[in-house]
């Protein structure tokens, strides 16, 4: 019988140990997710003139109006999945985020050369965050979280 409750009790131990792991490694990633976010998000806020001449030219309306709004997405659900605030709303909105701007910014397919080659690697980086967040959707932010305080 004690045996058995010194298997089970480091078996606890074990599990504990993983469970940490898996923890440090959700809060890690999710920062490395997000970095992205937050340099351009910080980028656009500083240059929102030269982020409304950007969607401008490609052809968006109201650029002026997207530009600010774009700057605040990106940088607060940045932070948000960062600190693990609502992250499964935000990992979506980011998911959603990053596809929308493939058909706007990184339409290969209307592309020659050179700037095919680099909106397509632009494009697959978008789609592979997608799977990225979706993950991270489906998982949760772990405990080292604001959801999880």
Same mark, same amino acid.
């Given at each position: 019988?004690r045996?058995?409750?010194?298997? /089970?009790?480091?078996?606890r131990?074990r599990? /504990?140990g993983?469970? #940490?792991?898996?923890d440090t490694?959700l ?5 490395l997710l997000?970095a992205?976010?937050?340099? #351009?998000?910080?980028g656009?806020v500083f240059?929102? @003139?030269?982020?409304a ?5 490609k ?7 997207l530009?600010?709004?774009? $700057?605040? $997405? /990106? ?6 999945v $960062?600190?693990g =605030?609502?992250?499964?709303? @935000? ?9 929308l701007t493939?058909p706007?910014?990184?339409? =290969?397919?209307?592309?020659a050369? /050179? ?5 397509q690697?632009q494009?697959?980086k ?6 990225a =967040?979706l993950?991270?959707?489906a ?5 080292y #979280?604001?959801?999880r @305080?």
């Amino acid at each position: 019988m004690r045996a058995l409750q010194n298997h /089970e009790f480091k078996q606890r131990g074990r599990n /504990e140990g993983t469970k #940490s792991m898996r923890d440090t490694l959700l809060l890690i990633g999710r920062i490395l997710l997000i970095a992205i976010f937050i340099l #351009s998000g910080l980028g656009k806020v500083f240059d929102l @003139a030269g982020t409304a001449a950007y969607i401008g030219s490609k052809g968006l309306p109201l650029p002026t109006v997207l530009a600010p709004l774009v $700057a605040i $997405a /990106e940088l607060g659900l940045g932070l948000a999945v $960062a600190i693990g =605030f609502q992250t499964r709303l @935000a990992a979506y909105a980011l998911a959603a985020f990053s596809l929308l701007t493939i058909p706007f910014f990184h339409d =290969f397919w209307n592309m020659a050369g /050179e700037a095919r080659m680099l909106n397509q690697v632009q494009a697959l980086k978008n789609i592979a965050m997608v799977g990225a =967040f979706l993950i991270l959707a489906a998982v949760g932010p772990g405990r080292y #979280s604001v959801d999880r @305080a």
